[in-house]
């Protein structure tokens, strides 16, 4: 299992929609980057000027919303795996599951 340091997540994608609402397929060429993860780790917080650590405001387990690009997508035990700072993600998504 891999494990975030410092002040990064660790998320994986929610599954992506392989059809439109009109009923159109869509391949892998012309889907989207998802852009709601569910974090799996993180790491212990942010190392702060005075050397204290600063802690994540998410936890394991959040959905989350993402903006854009962000983060950086690895792969690892065939899995894709995005990482990211706190800062890169837009929102927790709360009640929709």
């Given amino acids: ?6 002040d990064n997540i660790m998320a994986e994608f929610e599954a992506v929609e392989e059809k439109t ?4 397929y869509l391949t892998p ?3 989207e980057r998802p852009s709601i993860a569910r ?3 993180i790491g212990p917080g942010r190392l702060m000027s005075n050397g204290t650590i600063h802690p994540l405001s998410i936890k ?3 959905r989350i919303l993402l903006g854009g690009y962000g983060g950086r997508e690895k792969k690892h035990d065939g899995k894709v795996y995005i990482f990211l700072k706190e ?3 837009l929102a ?6």
């Avoid at 299992?1 to 410092?6: A, F, N, Q, T, Y």
């Fill in 1 to 6: 299992m891999l494990e975030p340091v410092g």
């Fill in 92 to 97: 927790v998504i709360k009640g929709e599951e």
């Fill in 39 to 41: 974090v799996i780790a």
């Fill in 60 to 62: 394991v387990g959040d």
């Fill in 21 to 24: 609402k009109g009923g159109i």
């Fill in 87 to 89: 800062e890169e993600i």
């Fill in 29 to 31: 060429t012309t889907q």
